[in-house]
């Protein structure tokens, strides 16, 4: 989807079209985007996360400080 939505954006500036067509396009991929964004933290929180903490030791700290800082950045973008 993305793809899809990266070049239709691109379609709509190179042939001039309306601003607020470029704006959707614009809104489209960045909803595409934050849905991939948040398909990884799932996947990295779902298998990373759960096992490094079922190892335990540094590396579990380290990895819940990473998805948190990860979690953080998503919510401000």
Do not use: F, W
Not at 1 to 29: E, F, H, N, R
Not at 38 to 61: R, S
Request: contains cysteine.
């Amino acid at each position: 989807m993305p793809l899809d939505a990266t070049q239709a954006a691109q379609d709509v500036v190179l042939v001039g079209k309306y601003c607020i067509d470029m704006l959707t396009q614009v809104s489209a991929m960045t909803s595409a985007l934050q849905s991939v964004a948040l398909g990884l933290l799932d996947d990295h929180l779902n298998h990373c996360v759960v096992d490094a903490v079922a190892t335990g030791g540094p590396e579990a700290y380290h990895k819940l400080q990473e998805a948190s800082a990860a979690s953080a950045r998503l919510v401000r973008s």
